[in-house]
């Protein structure tokens, strides 16, 4: 589209004459279409309902669009938090049906940790004190037929201490005992006619443990 630049000294503004439309006539679409989108308060004066009446179906509409749009994002939360949900279920369903093996592992657990523990405080009282092998022989043959235990062996630096503390010991004078370098201290072995009898702490430590095991194999098959 071309246009033209007038200049003020060539060209006077020239002034705009209104006609009214005779009788009958139609007015110009323009001023109907400015009719039809005239303020709110005014269409609402011709169609006879009171500005507070406007306010009020307002409001409803806009509330019931705002109920119908946080309706479709709660569903549109709830469809992305169902999978979510689902799974959590399963994990918790899955920890409840584990509780079980847990709890087993965790006794396991528990008396391995008090078997090391004794065993390494015994271990250390028998190197530390040399008497300490006294109260492990003198049980030990308690439980003993004397009259058919023959022999005892233990390790040099013990069967030495068991030796000069017989009497108090209690152990009869027909008892051999046997200083066997093959063995570690805290060792103790019983020859008797019945057979052998393994009164070491190694030997007592893993029984101990094998009990327990037994007893929580019980408790969770």
């Known amino acids: 589209m071309s246009s033209k630049v007038l200049r003020g000294d060539t060209q006077a503004p020239q002034p705009m004459v209104w006609r009214r439309p005779a009788l009958g006539q139609q007015p110009h679409p323009a001023a109907d279409q400015r009719r039809e989108n005239g303020m709110p308060g005014e269409n609402a004066k011709e169609a006879g309902i009171s500005s507070k009446e406007l306010e009020t179906r307002t409001a409803a509409a806009y509330q019931q669009g705002f109920s119908a749009g946080e309706q479709a994002g709660a569903a549109r939360a709830a469809g992305r938090l169902e999978p979510v949900l689902a799974s959590l279920n399963s ?131």
């Open 91 to 221: 994990v918790i369903a899955e920890l409840a049906g584990a509780r079980h093996l847990f709890r087993a592992e965790a006794e396991e657990a528990t008396v391995a940790l008090a078997i090391a523990i004794a065993r390494r405080v015994l271990h250390r009282e028998l190197s530390t004190d040399p008497e300490a092998i006294h109260g492990l022989v003198k049980a030990a043959f308690q439980k003993c037929d004397a009259r058919e235990t023959h022999r005892l062996m233990l390790c040099p630096a013990d069967a030495e201490t068991v030796k000069q503390n017989r009497s108090l010991l209690r152990l009869p004078p027909a008892l051999d005992i046997v200083a066997d370098s093959s063995l570690q201290r805290g060792a103790a072995l019983f020859e008797t006619s019945r057979g052998d009898l393994d009164a070491s702490v190694e030997t007592q430590l893993s029984e101990i443990e094998r009990g327990f095991a037994d007893v929580l194999r019980r408790r969770h098959p």
